[in-house]
Nanobody, 121 residues
Framework: QVQLVESGGGLVQAGGSLRLSCAAS????????MGWFRQAPGKEREFVATISWSGGTKSYVDSVKGRFTISRDNAKNTVYLQMNRLKAEDTAVYSC??????????????WGQGTQVTVSS
């Protein structure tokens, strides 16, 4: 089992920045790829970013490329999502997940509860 706890969400003005963290406990963190997903009100959960177990490979949804950066620190069992130049449409509950590298939710076995990000325009 892997337990995931997100933090760092909040209210920010458009154009601002936030850094989300996802702390993992349980089985070996470094053996999992990690992903960030988000769910906006009334919409389905969507892929945001993923990072391989080593951190050497990353992938992003087109809408956040150049603004968001995913990273991980295996020594701290933590994955991060740095979000810059935030837009109102980034407002959502952001969840991290552990599993296999990929963009599909079905590739992830463990999920956190999520943290709310609200961007005011």
């Amino acid at each position: 089992q892997v337990q995931l706890v997100e933090s760092g969400g909040g209210l920010v003005q458009a154009g601002g920045s936030l850094r989300l963290s996802c702390a993992a406990s349980g089985r070996t963190f470094s053996s999992y790829a990690m992903g960030w997903f988000r769910q906006a009100p009334g919409k389905e959960r969507e892929f945001v970013a993923t990072i391989s177990w080593s951190g050497g490979t990353k992938s992003y949804v087109d809408s956040v490329k150049g603004r968001f950066t995913i990273s991980r620190d295996n020594a701290k069992n933590t994955v991060y999502l740095q979000m810059n130049r935030l837009k109102a449409e980034d407002t959502a509950v952001y969840s991290c997940a552990a599993g296999r590298y990929g963009r599909r939710q079905s590739e992830y076995d463990y999920w956190g509860q999520g943290t709310q990000v609200t961007v005011s325009s």
